[in-house]
């Protein structure tokens, strides 16, 4: 980290003050196939991601690209609608700047989904998952580099990287909803290309339950900026080696926009509980 990130993530931060004055209770990112969950915000304002100073530009399909500042559940949220990714060409700094400028808002949680491929045999398409933990196959990290303090510690803690108060609260919430809703592991690849049957078994046997392109730099920025962080996954297409087939895209965002229903009902409740 360098004397210049802070100064961005200052800058950026000012400027969607100058938009909406509040101090976010949680900074929200929706996933691939997940930007309907913004129709859950009571709206104050909408900020395009390239008004907003040292941005990157959001180029995966269904990601808007825009800022949704408001109130849900009683508290103050801002959501992104849409993220960035790795395989897009950003830098990891990138991808999680905007976590930087939520925290720098005021956000003291984070609250992140994402669609993912399905690894465990007993889960199916559609299904959700609380992350309880995660494996970084990214082959880089946010936080290499010099370290600004004002920002984190050197050597954040990952022993519980997704809250445990919140992961308690989002099994409640599904059990009272009757929402079908795992605990598992996920791991993040870079893509955008999907796996192979061998990369499958590998992932699986290294102890994860789903796979995606996403998620864990910004749950790492989020750890090092001391936020708690609640993780929720939508399996969109079921990733067993021996019965493996083709997957379109449509097909996935499909599937994420079906499952959003639920995924909604239990980001709204863990949202009114923070």
Same mark, same amino acid.
């Given at each position: 980290?360098?004397? #210049?990130?802070?100064?961005?993530?200052?800058?950026?931060?000012?400027?969607?003050?100058?938009?909406?004055?509040? #101090? %976010?209770?949680?900074g929200?990112?929706?996933?691939?196939?997940?930007?309907?969950?913004?129709?859950?915000?009571?709206?104050?304002?909408?900020?395009? $991601?390239?008004?907003?100073p040292?941005?990157p530009?959001s180029? #995966?399909?269904?990601?808007?690209?825009?800022?949704?500042c408001?109130?849900?559940?009683?508290?103050?949220?801002?959501?992104?609608?849409?993220?960035?990714?790795? $395989?897009?060409?950003?830098?990891?700094?990138?991808?999680?700047?905007?976590?930087?400028?939520?925290k720098?808002?005021?956000?003291?949680?984070?609250?992140?989904?994402?669609?993912?491929?399905?690894?465990?045999?007993?889960?199916?398409?559609? *299904?959700?998952?609380?992350?309880?933990?995660?494996?970084? !196959? !990214?082959? *880089?990290? %946010?936080?290499?580099? %010099?370290?600004?303090?004002?920002?984190?510690?050197?050597? &954040?803690?990952?022993? $519980? &990287?997704?809250?445990?108060? !919140?992961?308690?609260?989002?099994?409640?919430?599904?059990l009272?909803?009757?929402?079908?809703?795992?605990?598992?592991?996920?791991?993040?690849?870079?893509?955008?290309?999907?796996?192979?049957?061998?990369? $499958?078994?590998?992932?699986?046997?290294?102890? #994860?339950?789903?796979?995606?392109?996403?998620?864990?730099?910004?749950?790492?920025?989020?750890?090092?900026?001391?936020?708690?962080?609640?993780?929720?996954?939508?399996?969109?297409?079921?990733?067993? &080696?021996d019965?493996?087939?083709?997957?379109?895209? &449509?097909?996935?965002?499909?599937?994420?926009?079906?499952?959003?229903?639920?995924l909604?009902?239990?980001?709204?409740?863990?949202?009114a509980?923070?």
């Open positions: 980290m360098s004397t #210049a990130l802070y100064d961005q993530i200052q800058e950026a931060a000012a400027f969607v003050h100058t938009k909406w004055k509040h #101090a %976010p209770t949680a929200i990112i929706l996933g691939t196939g997940l930007g309907k969950f913004a129709e859950d915000v009571e709206t104050d304002v909408v900020i395009p $991601y390239e008004e907003i040292h941005f530009r180029t #995966a399909p269904t990601h808007k690209g825009q800022l949704v408001g109130t849900l559940a009683g508290k103050k949220v801002v959501v992104m609608e849409g993220r960035f990714h790795f $395989y897009e060409g950003w830098s990891l700094q990138q991808v999680t700047f905007p976590v930087r400028v939520m720098a808002l005021g956000a003291g949680a984070l609250v992140v989904s994402n669609a993912c491929g399905g690894m465990n045999p007993q889960w199916g398409r559609g *299904d959700i998952m609380l992350i309880e933990d995660h494996i970084n !196959l !990214l082959g *880089d990290n %946010p936080l290499i580099g %010099p370290n600004d303090e004002r920002l984190g510690d050197r050597f &954040p803690d990952m022993c $519980y &990287p997704y809250d445990r108060e !919140l992961l308690k609260i989002g099994r409640r919430v599904a009272e909803e009757q929402i079908v809703c795992h605990q598992g592991v996920f791991v993040a690849v870079s893509g955008p290309n999907l796996e192979t049957r061998a990369e $499958y078994r590998f992932l699986r046997a290294i102890g #994860a339950d789903v796979v995606g392109m996403s998620t864990v730099p910004e749950v790492i920025v989020a750890a090092h900026s001391k936020m708690r962080t609640f993780g929720i996954s939508v399996i969109t297409d079921v990733c067993l &080696p019965s493996l087939e083709p997957v379109s895209l &449509p097909e996935i965002i499909a599937t994420a926009n079906e499952a959003e229903k639920k909604r009902v239990i980001i709204r409740r863990v949202v509980e923070i």
